[in-house]
């Protein structure tokens, strides 16, 4: 087992989103003793709270993953100059019901990748004006806008040379971000 589990949540539902490779190449930037996982967040229902006595499986499945994890990078996708609704569904679901949020104190990272030239800039603001209110402390420096361009990601699914040091050297930051803040393990 890792010293750290790391959820990452992938605010894009297609296959190949470019978000979802970012996820991937961050997923080698990490060191040993993190692992990045992507957890689901395709099979949740819409957020209604008048089901949260009674949450699908897959719902105590998310807040469960997230539960677990030492900290949070979201990666995220900018649909009209905010965050995709799958990815605010599944932060609204994992926040409720009142006062048995699992996002409290988790600490964050956000990324993202976009076509626009300035990729998912406005998206992140949003997100972090929502991490802010979940009580997650959130990594404000280096930020991480990048446009998607030929040669951002390499035929293995890395990112690309070019861009490879700045995403390390983000890695290194959220590293030591999530040293920082998270709550030591229980047994």
């Given at each position: 087992?890792?010293?750290?589990?790391?959820?990452?949540?992938?605010?894009?539902?297609?296959?190949?989103?470019?978000?979802r490779?970012m996820?991937?190449?961050?997923?080698?930037?990490?060191?040993?003793?993190?692992?990045l996982?992507?957890?689901?967040?395709?099979?949740?229902?819409?957020?209604?709270?008048?089901?949260?006595?009674?949450?699908?499986?897959?719902?105590?499945?998310f807040?469960?993953?997230?539960?677990?994890?030492?900290?949070?990078?979201?990666?995220?996708?900018?649909?009209?100059?905010?965050?995709?609704?799958?990815?605010?569904?599944?932060?609204?679901?994992?926040?409720?019901?009142?006062?048995?949020s699992?996002?409290?104190?988790?600490?964050?990272?956000?990324?993202?990748?976009?076509?626009g030239?300035?990729?998912?800039?406005?998206?992140?603001?949003?997100?972090?004006?929502?991490?802010?209110?979940?009580d997650?402390?959130?990594?404000g420096?280096?930020?991480?806008?990048?446009?998607?361009?030929?040669?951002?990601?390499?035929?293995?699914?890395?990112?690309?040379?070019?861009?490879?040091?700045?995403?390390?050297?983000?890695?290194?930051?959220?590293?030591?971000?999530v040293?920082m803040?998270?709550?030591?393990?229980?047994?």
């Open positions: 087992m890792s010293d750290f589990e790391i959820a990452l949540v992938v605010g894009s539902l297609r296959k190949d989103s470019f978000n490779r996820a991937h190449a961050l997923e080698k930037r990490a060191p040993k003793d993190f692992h996982r992507e957890v689901r967040i395709d099979d949740l229902p819409l957020y209604n709270q008048d089901d949260e006595k009674s949450p699908s499986e897959s719902v105590k499945r807040k469960g993953e997230i539960a677990q994890a030492d900290g949070v990078v979201f990666v995220t996708a900018e649909y009209n100059r905010s965050i995709p609704g799958v990815l605010k569904n599944a932060i609204d679901h994992a926040s409720r019901p009142y006062g048995e699992v996002w409290a104190g988790k600490p964050a990272g956000v990324v993202g990748v976009s076509i030239a300035i990729g998912t800039a406005i998206a992140q603001q949003h997100l972090r004006t929502v991490l802010a209110y979940l997650m402390p959130t990594l420096q280096p930020e991480v806008f990048i446009q998607m361009k030929d040669g951002l990601f390499d035929a293995d699914g890395d990112i690309g040379e070019a861009s490879r040091k700045f995403l390390q050297g983000w890695m290194d930051r959220y590293v030591a971000w040293k803040h998270a709550k030591p393990r229980r047994g």
